[in-house]
């Protein structure tokens, strides 16, 4: 097996992110291809012990930066190690691609160049989201901003597959988040998908109330790729602005200071619960290739994480099941 | 100047409300009509003292209750305290109405009895939510799953007055929740409003990006009410996580149990720093009189402070200001 690596887009630098691929090479047996500019590639590896032909090198020129438009960069860019990336997953050269880089050109560059699984209408991006329990699988998240009712439908025969084979969840329970649980709440695309997924053979819980996404009800959460991010984005939000609040609360006298030191590890394990890291990275469900977005500021724990995550992605013939479903489906 | 609130529909029973409204008359210049159950609203009224004349009662028969639903108990139950009151307000027997009850049957009941204002295409329900900086208010958090450009264009410039005449905010900042802070940003939906609401001539701030809501970047919160009502419920439910996540990891040892408890005054003020409590009630914007919903859960304070927000909605006619500006907008 052989996974291609974008070392391009991280916020850490591709130093990181080749650390994080070493890593992956000396704790499971796969063998990796790094794309990016060879002599920094060589420069970095040099500084590492691992088994030498478990790692090799495409070499790129060009990089896409978070600040290019993502349609454009895919079309223009050739020589970027994303583009060159992608170019070597469909043609075979490698089983997987991971990269921490622009994440609208990756969606475009997988549907323009790795291409859609046949019967899929549109690809989704999910992720791993934290919750009480554990976590829940969560799409889309930000790949497909309006959307259809047949989309979710599909978004959850995918995110069903993947929760099992991947995340190893037995029977995962599938939820599509609204503003109430009662059949029939909601906007029209919610009460139509409802609808739709009744129909499925997957384990439909029915709706989720959002106020108890962050309990972990279900173990697919299934929703627009505009309320997806909202989710996320307001999570991360209300997290950090909780975080900075009871930091200030905490700062306030000489006893709370005091107090704060005495649960200095229960407050980190707290924010240790709600830490992205460990979960590694996202995938995109509904392409002909397994492709998985690292998070940007991803360090080499995150990214052996994603590279883990993708392995299994390919162990398990996930594309292959979801191929066959989509067939049932329609 | 009287305010007419309903006693049916709180969880904690008519006590509460009652008492609320002998606490608003004591302490501001307004009567009130109580609606409900005559007896029991006399008996709870001797247990006080206010200024006789300062309140009296419209006696009702019936109930309409969370489980009812909202637009078949508006027509059918006429005799029940909230039909009954919202009657009272359209009939001019008062100048402004205070519920706790059904809010679907509430916004159905302002619809059909009260009316919209001409040139109003949806009313809103608007919300002050708490952010770090103090709060904003969002609109509309539920009242409209399904929304058109032009509608989320009327919330704004209806905010935007309460904002500044009830809220006090002096030109307030309105920005259109999104899930990107660039033009061109988020579904179909969002990018048409943005283009509608640059040519309006509130303050308009452009997208906020929804991670940043809790911080408070902005006075006034656009929003369709799906994903109003997902922000809001997903803002609860991470705090209720939270607190509980932050629970357990505290009573974990001896010494964190120690830690927790010098800190208690500061985990009190970070638990009233996210209490809607002290924000009083959810207005309706767009109908012809005053309508206030307060929280379920609303003690005595919570509806003494909803009727003082009725009083400043009177007084400062924020009714005629929008009829104004809508047609301005025409």
Redo the contacts between chains.
Sequence with gaps: MNIIVDSIGGDKGPEEIIKGCVDAVNEVDINITIVGREDKIKEELSRYTFSKGSIDILNSEDEITNEDDPALAIRRKKNSSMVMGLKALAEGYGDGFVSTGNTGALLAGGLFIVKRIRGIERAALATVYP??KGFSLMLDI?AN??CKPEYLEQFAVMGSIYSEKVLGTSSPKVGL?N?GVEEGK???L?REAYDLLKETNIDFYGNV???????GVVDVIVC?G??G???L??????????F???KE??S??F??K??????K???K??KD?FDYREYGGAPLLGLKKPVVKAHGSSDSFAIKNAIRQAKTFIDKDVIKIIENEINILE
Tied chains: 1, 2.
Aim: hydrophobic share 45%; no cysteine; net charge negative.
């Design positions: 919750t009480r930000g901003v309006d988040a503003i909601g906007n029209i919610v109330e959002v106020r108890d996404i962050p309990e627009d505009f309320v991010n909202v989710i984005k307001l999570t991360e939000g209300m997290a950090i602005t909780l900075s609040t009871l609360e905490f306030k006298s006893k709370s005091i107090g704060a030191l005495m649960l590890p229960q407050l394990s707290f619960r």
